[in-house]
């Protein structure tokens, strides 16, 4: 398993287009994709569990990815997240 801490830049947070689109991009990978916020623990491949997580601008989450393609996913979705999620 591997992890990293991201800031959270989208200027909304994760509200449903964002979501959405880490949803889709952390399906691309086989490993299981979850990730921590204030003591809970989501699943990136949900659009619920993500929109659920009320994550805002400026927030910190911990990614974590584990299977086979664990590193490529993590390195892909931290660099997704720190692009904006599609929106900037």
Same mark, same amino acid.
């Given at each position: 398993?591997?992890?990293?801490?991201?800031?959270?830049?989208?200027?909304?947070? %994760?509200?449903?287009?964002?979501?959405?689109?880490?949803?889709?991009?952390?399906?691309k990978f086989k490993c299981h994709v979850?990730?921590?916020?204030?003591?809970?623990?989501?699943?990136?491949?949900?659009?619920?569990?993500?929109?659920?997580?009320?994550?805002?601008?400026?927030?910190?989450?911990?990614?974590?990815?584990?299977?086979?393609?664990?590193?490529?996913? %993590?390195?892909? %979705?931290?660099?997704?997240?720190?692009?904006?999620?599609?929106?900037?």
């Amino acid at each position: 398993m591997v992890s990293q801490t991201v800031t959270i830049t989208n200027p909304t947070g %994760l509200h449903l287009r964002p979501a959405g689109n880490l949803c889709k991009e952390a399906m691309k990978f086989k490993c299981h994709v979850t990730f921590g916020y204030r003591g809970n623990t989501a699943n990136a491949k949900s659009v619920l569990s993500v929109l659920g997580a009320c994550i805002k601008n400026g927030d910190e989450i911990t990614l974590q990815c584990d299977g086979e393609d664990e590193e490529e996913a %993590l390195k892909t %979705l931290v660099a997704f997240v720190e692009s904006g999620l599609g929106e900037n």
